[in-house]
């Protein structure tokens, strides 16, 4: 898939297009004969006047212009980076959060894909119908509800932010390419958010997505959170494989994103008091479980219930299940 975030954009002065497109006469000029010649000696002096007039440093060594690119790219990258902390600052709870509840239900989804084609896999239940997801996407919009982000979430149980009417968190686990391919194009059609969980030990699986994908969801502005390095159920491991796991992942991420990583989903929702401790310790300041519920709590911010969105729900289900308190 055609992915051109993965790619930094070059200036149109860049010298090594230029230096290609100055050699190209060159065979020209050996294997053709010496009207050719003259006519491509014609281009090479052409295209060198011109960029030596754009200010190029079209004239000088090799060695200058890639120094010259160099400069110049570096700050460029900097500067990209620096945008994307300053967007992206870290969520460092208080120490002793005032204890509040606010009613914010976190969807969870799986797989967004035509289950014909997904037989083999082992989540019959987790994969939504592509037409069935916008449609409840649609049908969200309008009873009313927003879509806020993991940021909206943290500000509202810490610091008592307002939060729009009928607040909504989306998120989908195991980061399939389903996330790029069939969930972002409807969120961003309906102006709504998601959070993704991602395996970080699975970019180079087929059937999810890559580095540079999840780059592409981050830059679009979808919330990234880690879901662990390999998906081993966190209960009994040692603390070891814990702490690769955890804090792992979520260094995984930074690294790939340029900004710190706030939330955590549980692989299968399991976990015990040494893997929320390690979340904790790892720096997440939200993490979400699979326990039915849409009440979230500044007193347990890594125990969140979710909704668990299956196959089996219609768009009319998920309203009445949200209206029922989420435990559906
Ligand atoms: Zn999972």
Do not use: N
Request: proline share 10%; net charge positive.
């Amino acid at each position: 898939m055609p992915d051109s975030s993965a790619r930094p954009p070059r200036a149109p002065w860049d010298p090594p297009s230029r230096r290609d497109r100055a050699r190209r006469p060159a065979p020209r000029r050996r294997s053709r004969g010496p009207l050719v010649a003259l006519l491509a000696a014609a281009v090479v002096v052409v295209v060198a006047v011109i960029a030596m007039a754009s200010g190029g440093g079209g004239g000088r060594p090799a060695s200058h212009r890639a120094a010259r690119a160099s400069v110049a790219h570096h700050p460029l990258a900097a500067a990209r980076h620096a945008a994307r902390a300053a967007s992206h600052p870290a969520l460092v709870p208080p120490a002793s959060p005032a204890p509040r509840t606010v009613r914010v239900p976190i969807l969870m989804y799986h797989r967004v894909h035509a289950y014909a084609t997904e037989l083999t896999k082992s989540l019959p239940d987790l994969t939504v119908e592509p037409p069935v997801f916008a449609a409840e996407m649609t049908a969200l919009q309008q009873a009313g509800y927003r879509s806020i982000t993991v940021a909206q979430l943290f500000g509202a149980l810490f610091h008592g932010a307002p939060l729009p009417p009928k607040p909504v968190l989306i998120s989908a686990d195991d980061g399939y390419l389903d996330d790029l391919t069939q969930m972002l194009p409807v969120l961003e059609a309906h102006h709504m958010t998601a959070v993704f969980f991602i395996i970080t030990g699975r970019f180079h699986e087929p059937g999810f997505l890559t580095a540079s994908q999840v780059r592409r969801l981050d830059a679009d502005g979808m919330d990234i959170g880690a879901h662990t390095r390999s998906h081993v159920d966190l209960p009994g491991i040692g603390a070891a494989a814990l702490a690769d796991q955890v804090a792992g992942s979520r260094d995984d991420l930074q690294r790939l994103l340029g900004h710190p990583v706030a939330a955590f989903a549980y692989p299968a929702g399991r976990f015990d008091d040494a893997s929320v401790a390690a979340v904790r310790q790892a720096g997440f300041a939200l993490a979400v479980t699979t326990q039915p519920g849409e009440q979230e709590s500044s007193t347990q911010p890594l125990l969140m219930p979710r909704v668990r969105v299956g196959r089996s729900m219609t768009p009319q289900g998920l309203l009445s299940c949200l209206a029922s308190g989420g435990g559906c």
